[in-house]
């Protein structure tokens, strides 16, 4: 197996609404990450995880709470969202920090 | 920040060898020169990586100059699917972040 699988594809949400995204690898790779892409932009990281630890948060705002629950998953919680946080999230993974990125398809968030 | 400069946009024709520079002149001996590309609405894909010497895998060819400030790549026999964006990113491979820059839009026209 050597994707990295996002769910869900697509998501609305209310701005009250709690949320979660998940992303899962099976290549044993022991850091994951997540971006934001907003349209006609460049991927912007957000969070790294290594060994199943935060490594770095990029100044995101909280509204936005990663999760690695083992090796092979990573969430990320959406709460109290604001419509400028619609974009592309992608999640990544790689055998460790340094190493090639596999990258996710994605997930569509739209936040009304 | 990006530490690379790529042009916004580039048309080639389909079949024709494409050409993508790009200027890294503040690269770190330690640092690589990655790529990616991302089409339309997906996630980025990896295609190639160096260090000093050029090289080939089956997707494309990486050219890096002998000062390390400026690489190509090279897609040999563009296809309409190779249209995407196309990103240079300085990357160190000791806990470094991949950041990405603007990228060059690739335009394969038939």
């Known amino acids: 197996d050597t994707e990295v699988t996002q769910t869900p594809k697509h998501l609305v949400m209310g701005m009250t609404n709690k949320k979660s995204l998940k992303c899962e690898q099976h290549m044993g790779h022991r850091a994951m990450y997540w971006y934001k892409q907003k349209a006609k932009k460049p991927p912007e990281l957000m969070f790294v995880?290594?060994?199943?630890?935060?490594?770095i948060n990029e100044s995101v705002p909280s509204r936005f709470s990663p999760e690695c629950p083992n090796s092979s998953l990573l969430n990320l919680h959406l709460h109290a969202l604001q419509p400028e946080d619609s974009a592309l999230y992608l999640c990544?993974?790689?055998?460790?920090?340094?190493?090639?990125?596999?990258f996710g398809s994605g997930t569509r968030l739209t936040v009304v | 920040d990006a530490k690379t400069t790529q042009p916004t946009s580039m048309d080639c024709a389909e079949g024709r060898a494409a050409n993508l520079p790009c200027n890294h002149s503040t690269i770190s001996g330690n640092e690589y020169v990655y790529w990616y590309r991302q089409i339309h609405s997906q996630g980025p894909q990896y295609i190639i990586h160096g260090l000093k010497n050029n090289e080939t895998n089956e997707m494309a060819s990486l050219i890096i100059t002998e000062d390390r400030k400026s690489s190509t790549l090279i897609l040999p026999h563009a296809t309409l699917r190779d249209t995407a964006v196309y990103y240079c990113?300085?990357?160190?491979?000791?806990?470094?972040?991949?950041?990405f820059g603007q990228g060059t839009e690739l335009s394969v026209k038939p």
């Open positions: 990113i300085v990357f160190y491979n000791q806990g470094g972040k991949l950041i």
């Open positions: 995880y290594s060994y199943e630890k935060l490594s």
């Open positions: 990544a993974s790689s055998q460790d920090t340094g190493m090639g990125y596999t």
